[in-house]
Nanobody
Framework: VQLVESGGGSVLAGGSLNLSCTVS????????IGWFRQTPGREREGVAT????????HYADSVKGRFSIFQDAADNTVYLRMDSLKPEDTAMYYC????????????????????WGQGTQVTVS
């Protein structure tokens, strides 16, 4: 299984970025894809997740109303649209996958996810 993130960069506060996560070599067709972030010295935290059925989007309170997770199923790509960015959103952002039926409740707990990408840096100043 391979997850590759892209789209990170530097942006001014109030700006926007669109992260993407492309999944390949995953035999499962039913799974959750989540976005997580981590800064040095802090634990990794969940930001947003959704099921590949296109449902059960779930967000951390800190990003509700500002971030949006969506997918392009044809390209096996999940996006994280980030608007109204704040300096505290600065972090390395990772996407991760966990096999699951769509009926399972979404989770933002990193320990629940099995496969991880290498991350993409987001810096807000």
């Amino acid at each position: 299984v391979q997850l590759v993130e892209s789209g990170g960069g530097s942006v001014l506060a109030g700006g926007s970025l669109n992260l993407s996560c492309t999944v390949s070599r995953y035999r499962e067709s039913s799974y959750y894809i989540g976005w997580f972030r981590q800064t040095p010295g802090r634990e990794r935290e969940g930001v947003a997740t959704m099921h590949t059925a296109g449902i059960r989007q779930h967000y951390a309170d800190s990003v509700k109303g500002r971030f949006s997770i969506f997918q392009d199923a044809a390209d096996n790509t999940v996006y994280l649209r980030m608007d109204s960015l704040k300096p505290e959103d600065t972090a390395m952002y990772y996407c991760a996958a966990k096999s699951s039926g769509w009926a399972a409740m979404p989770t933002l707990s990193p320990s629940e996810y099995t496969f991880w990408g290498q991350g993409t840096q987001v810096t807000v100043s």
